[in-house]
T-cell receptor
Framework: KQEVTQIPAALSVPEGENLVLNCSFT??????LQWFRQDPGKGLTSLLL?????REQTSGRLNASLDKSSGRSTLYIAASQPGDSATYLC???????????FGQGTTLQVKP | EAQVTQNPRYLITVTGKKLTVTCSQN?????MSWYRQDPGLGLRQIYY???????DKGDVPEGYKVSRKEKRNFPLILESPSPNQTSLYFC?????????FGPGTRLTVL
């Protein structure tokens, strides 16, 4: 059974710092991995999608990497800003049902 | 604007009173699904639909029903809600490999 773990559960950093969020999964047979952002009381916003054949994806200040063989993904946020404060969720897709298996998330606080 | 909409956004109800949470998408996506989010348990899939008239159970389908009579709508039905169905519910669609989520419906069952 696939399990997705995100460490740390919470992170507080000063503005401007570069940071890395970690995601690990137990079964390497995945279709893809997707990173989401969730603001308090709001829905999920898709940040980056990495296909199983890809090593990384970039969007603006965000870079996500995938090492399928070791069951790990990282989300790198460059030059963090207070507006980046949110919960970041990673999710892996297995099989052809489209089901995503989510980690518990990392709650990020960027202090001005 | 491409979007997934859910209604209502907030609902407080009582045990046993049937309710429906609607989900609608304007992107002509074939795939739709429902998740619930609970503290400590994260997001778990309730039901999904690969296309019109095709639905299947996710990981936590007990106490829920769905229907997919047309592509744009995928309502979640709670025939007899119970307090353990108090949760934050999300509808999602998929375009290619990427999934998109609605704004969520916060349901409280007293």
């Amino acid at each position: 059974k696939q399990e997705v773990t995100q460490i740390p559960a919470a992170l507080s950093v000063p503005e401007g710092e570069n940071l890395v969020l970690n995601c690990s999964f137990t079964d390497s047979a995945i279709y893809n991995l997707q990173w989401f952002r969730q603001d308090p009381g709001k829905g999920l916003t898709s940040l980056l999608l990495i296909q199983s054949s890809q090593r990384e994806q970039t969007s603006g200040r965000l870079n996500a990497s995938l090492d399928k063989s070791s069951g790990r993904s990282t989300l790198y946020i460059a030059a963090s800003q207070p507006g980046d404060s949110a919960t970041y969720l990673c999710a892996v897709r297995q099989g052809n049902t489209g089901k995503l298996i989510f980690g518990q998330g990392t709650t990020l606080q960027v202090k001005p | 604007e491409a979007q997934v909409t859910q209604n209502p956004r907030y609902l407080i109800t009582v045990t046993g009173k049937k309710l429906t949470v609607t989900c609608s998408q304007n992107m002509n996506h074939e795939y739709m699904s429902w998740y619930r989010q609970d503290p400590g348990l994260g997001l778990r899939q309730i039901y999904y639909s690969m296309n019109v008239e095709v639905t299947d159970k996710g990981d936590v389908p007990e106490g829920y029903k769905v229907s997919r009579k047309e592509k744009r709508n995928f309502p979640l039905i709670l025939e007899s809600p119970s307090p353990n169905q108090t949760s934050l519910y999300f509808c999602a669609t998929k375009r290619g490999a990427e999934q998109f989520f609605g704004p969520g419906t916060r349901l409280t069952v007293l």
